[in-house]
T-cell receptor
Framework: NAGVTQTPKFRILKIGQSMTLQCTQD?????MYWYRQDPGMGLKLIYY???????DKGEVPNGYNVSRSTTEDFPLRLELAAPSQTSVYFC??????????FGPGTRLTVL | KNQVEQSPQSLIILEGKNCTLQ??????????LRWYKQDTGRGPVSLTI?????NTKSNGRYTATLDADTKQSSLHITASQLSDSASYIC????????????FGTGTRLLVSP
């Protein structure tokens, strides 16, 4: 089992550019999540999904979009990158309200 | 407002020594409290999960305690090793929904040889 994998590991974007952060899990978990972690702050939930075709907003969804066409994949889309989106992004998955397994993260810088 | 506060913010200890990290929370009611370890540049990894009815949970050299009356939890690390150098994050899951986890900002631990 690879667990939760994320690509890319690092990315630098210019203001206004768009990109998709990829997340895949091979544990057959129904629940998947996207978080951002800013320096000195706790993780904040961006979006989550309770199953294929079902997504919902978390605490800080503005500027992001998600889709969940399969159980395994949960990509996060940034349409118009802004400096405020500079952060480390973590994808996680779980089976219901159990232990969440996190990916290695994507470090994004918007200049 | 649901909050999780951790102390100290950072800590340096000598290899082989014990240490205790603190977590105070205002989340109520809550379903469970979790401790995660996050190595630099990596994602968090779960150490323990305790429901509101549990007082203590161990995972090797890590022992978490929970006092639901005072809304406090602690993580005790015994006989520290260099590999324990990491951030330790306390996370509370509200009873109202697993998707509303409240994360603390973490305690950064450095174990020095």
């Amino acid at each position: 089992n690879a667990g939760v994998t994320q690509t890319p590991k690092f990315r630098i974007l210019k203001i206004g550019q768009s990109m998709t952060l990829q997340c895949t899990q091979d544990m057959n978990h129904n629940y998947m999540y996207w978080y951002r972690q800013d320096p000195g702050m706790g993780l904040k939930l961006i979006y989550y999904s309770v199953g294929a075709g079902i997504t919902d907003k978390g605490e800080v969804p503005n500027g992001y979009n998600v889709s969940r066409s399969t159980t395994e994949d949960f990509p996060l889309r940034l349409e118009l990158a802004a400096p405020s989106q500079t952060s480390v992004y973590f994808c996680a998955s779980s089976s219901q309200d159990n232990e969440q397994f996190f990916g290695p993260g994507t470090r994004l810088t918007v200049l | 407002k649901n909050q999780v506060e951790q102390s100290p913010q950072s800590l340096i200890i000598l290899e082989g020594k014990n240490c205790t990290l603190q977590c105070n929370y205002t989340v109520s009611p809550f379903s469970n409290l979790r401790w995660y370890k996050q190595d630099t540049g990596r994602g968090p990894v779960s150490l323990t999960i305790m429901t509101f009815s549990e007082n203590t949970k161990s995972n090797g050299r890590y022992t978490a305690t929970l006092d639901a009356d005072t809304k406090q939890s602690s993580l005790h690390i015994t006989a520290s090793q260099l590999s324990d150098s990491a951030s330790y994050i306390c996370v509370v899951s509200p009873y109202t929904g697993f998707q509303k986890l409240v994360f603390g900002t973490g305690t950064r631990l450095l174990v020095s040889p």
